[in-house]
């Protein structure tokens, strides 16, 4: 099995940035493309983007492209969103997801806990 425990989500004003942290652990890292979504109140769970084991290639949403980065250390079994001028509409619960299929899989097998992001107007 995989395990993955975000961190990193708090408040932070509009305009300001973030990074979350998701550490895997278990039988293998290395070959996983892992993704993040989040979850706002009251609306459905969406894909903010994913990347590849090798980091080599990413998706975003369009609603993010530009200002949110994933990367990944698989040296250190980690994996990264960085979230840059960051809006109130980006207030959500953060999920790190793992799968090891072909990149992009088409859904993802292993689920953290989340993390709250909060962002004020």
């Known amino acids: 099995q995989v395990q993955l425990v975000e961190s990193g989500g708090g408040l932070v004003q509009a305009g300001g940035s973030l990074r979350l942290s998701c550490a895997a652990s278990g039988r293998t890292f290395r070959g996983y493309a892992m993704a993040w979504f989040r979850q706002a109140p009251g609306k459905e769970r969406e894909l903010v983007g994913t990347i590849s084991w090798s980091g080599g290639r990413t998706l975003y949403a369009d609603s993010v492209k530009g200002r949110f980065t994933i990367s990944r250390d698989n040296a250190k079994n980690t994996v990264y969103l960085r979230m840059n001028s960051l809006k109130p509409e980006d207030t959500a619960v953060y999920y790190c997801?793992?799968?090891?299929?072909?990149?992009?899989?088409?859904?993802?097998?292993?689920w953290g806990q989340g993390t709250q992001v909060t962002v004020s107007s």
């Open positions: 997801a793992a799968d090891p299929r072909n990149w992009p899989p088409p859904s993802y097998d292993y």
